[in-house]
């Protein structure tokens, strides 16, 4: 099983950017895929999730509205889209995977972990 995540780099403050999450080494349907921020100096927080079995997804409070996650089934790629980004949105971004994941923010309920990838937003 493999995450790769990309899409990471400076953007400024109040931009857009799309982050990616490839999977490979897994069967699409039953694999649940959380998106981690770590901010410097900070634990991983969940952000979004996505279950791949109905698309469902869940959206954390502090980040609704700006934040939302899809998927390429074709391509076997999870996203993250973030709008209108601040500076406090900088860190490393990672997604994570399971089986039988039905969609959570709790970091330890995922086994797969991409490398992670850095934004950082500048003022």
């Known amino acids: 099983v493999q995450l790769v995540e990309s899409g990471g780099r400076l953007v400024q403050w109040g931009e857009s950017l799309r982050l990616s999450c490839q999977l490979s080494g897994v069967t699409w349907e039953g694999y649940g895929v959380g998106w981690f921020r770590q901010l410097p100096g900070k634990s991983r927080v969940g952000v979004g999730c996505?279950?791949?079995?109905?698309?469902?997804?869940f959206i954390d409070d502090s980040v609704r509205g700006r934040l939302a996650v899809s998927t390429d089934r074709s391509k076997k790629t999870v996203y993250l889209d973030m709008d209108k980004l601040t500076p406090e949105g900088t860190g490393v971004y990672y997604c994570?995977?399971?089986?039988?994941?039905?969609?959570?923010?709790?970091?330890?309920?995922?086994?797969?972990w991409g490398q992670g990838t850095q934004v950082t937003v500048s003022s």
């Open positions: 994570a995977g399971d089986i039988g994941n039905s969609c959570n923010l709790w970091s330890g309920g995922y086994t797969h």
């Open positions: 996505i279950n791949n079995f109905d698309d469902s997804t």
